[in-house]
């Protein structure tokens, strides 16, 4: 959390304080056990994020995650 509050902080035009940030964080639900989740880290480069993007994408439906569940989510 702490890197997200700097980098909030770090913007200058940004409309709402930092100290909002540990709030986001609070009302977050966690998707640990949900299927279809992908998992980046926030502190690394864009370049690294696009790259695991599109490895995760082009890999095989896991197991217990059918593409089918993506389009009922949609509607």
Do not use: Y
């Not at 993007?53 to 896991?62: F, I, K, N, R, Y």
Request: hydrophobic share 45%; proline share 4%.
């Amino acid at each position: 959390m702490a890197g997200a509050i700097a980098r909030v902080a770090g913007r200058l035009d940004h409309e709402f304080p930092a100290a909002l940030v540990a709030d986001q964080f609070d009302t977050l639900e966690s998707p640990v056990g949900e299927a279809g989740v992908l998992h980046l880290s926030a502190s690394q480069d864009l370049a690294c994020s696009m790259r695991e993007v599109m490895q995760w994408l082009s890999a095989p439906v896991g197991a217990g995650w059918k593409s089918d569940e993506l389009e009922s989510n949609r509607s």
